[in-house]
């Protein structure tokens, strides 16, 4: 099994509003990922978690803010966006660095808009 | 200079056609090398992981990479409609937490 879920598959949420973004992976991987895609665009890196804990944080606004409650789960949680941020948002789970075999697994995706 | 070059595309082929999709990167200190396919509105479907050189085959798909020419590939054989998607390469290293630096993408059509 293969397979980081992520949801919802959809969001549109207004500027005033507070949401959350879930992932799930029960590949046993204890490196998870956040990235964010803009149209015709790669993933950029948002956040990386190593064991649970906050390792890399690429510069990103205070507006997005990660969090992983477990081994198998991330969230990121969403206040005061602006339209700009709309766009989709990839976790991916992999083996940590220095493991063997350690490609990263994203989930689908949430397409998220902001009104 | 970007750290991955990859040409955007589009790429368009025959259906049945040999498809060589490639990067270029910069930095030598990359030791693992990755093909995503990503259909549109979907996340990115791993296809190929190789570490540091050579080839490796898995059905249609072949991964190749020279370390010494810092140019990694992809084929594929026998293209099919539905591998019309944007073709990711990707690579990363232990000294860098294994991020991931990817290429721009390609855009690959197959004609049928």
């Known amino acids: 099994d293969t397979e980081v879920t992520q949801t919802p598959k959809h969001l549109v949420m207004g500027m005033t509003n507070k949401k959350s973004l879930k992932c799930e992976q029960h590949m046993g991987h204890r490196a998870m990922y956040w990235y964010k895609q803009k149209a015709k665009k790669p993933p950029e890196l948002m956040f990386v978690y190593s064991y649970e804990k906050l390792s890399i944080n690429e510069s990103v606004p205070s507006r997005f803010s990660p969090e992983c409650p477990n081994s198998s789960l991330l969230n990121l949680h969403l206040h005061a966006l602006q339209p700009e941020d709309s766009a989709l948002y990839l976790c991916?789970?992999?083996?940590?660095?220095?493991?063997?075999?350690?490609?990263?697994?994203f989930g689908q995706g949430t397409r998220l808009t902001v009104v | 200079q970007k750290e991955v070059e990859q040409d955007p595309g589009p790429l368009s082929v025959p259906e049945g056609a040999i498809v060589s999709l490639n990067c270029t990167y910069s930095n030598s200190a990359f030791q693992y090398f990755m093909w995503y396919r990503q259909y549109s509105r979907k996340g990115p479907e791993l296809l190929m992981y190789t570490y540091s050189s050579g080839n490796k085959e898995d059905g249609r798909f072949t991964a190749q990479v020279d370390k010494s020419s810092k140019y990694i590939s992809l084929f594929i054989r026998d293209s099919q409609p539905s591998d019309s998607a944007t073709y990711l390469c990707?690579?990363?290293?232990?000294?860098?937490?294994?991020?991931?630096?990817f290429g721009a993408g390609t855009i690959l059509r197959v004609k049928s």
């Open positions: 990707a690579m990363s290293a232990v000294q860098y937490g294994n991020k991931l630096v």
């Open positions: 991916a789970s992999s083996r940590l660095p220095g493991q063997s075999n350690t490609e990263a697994f």
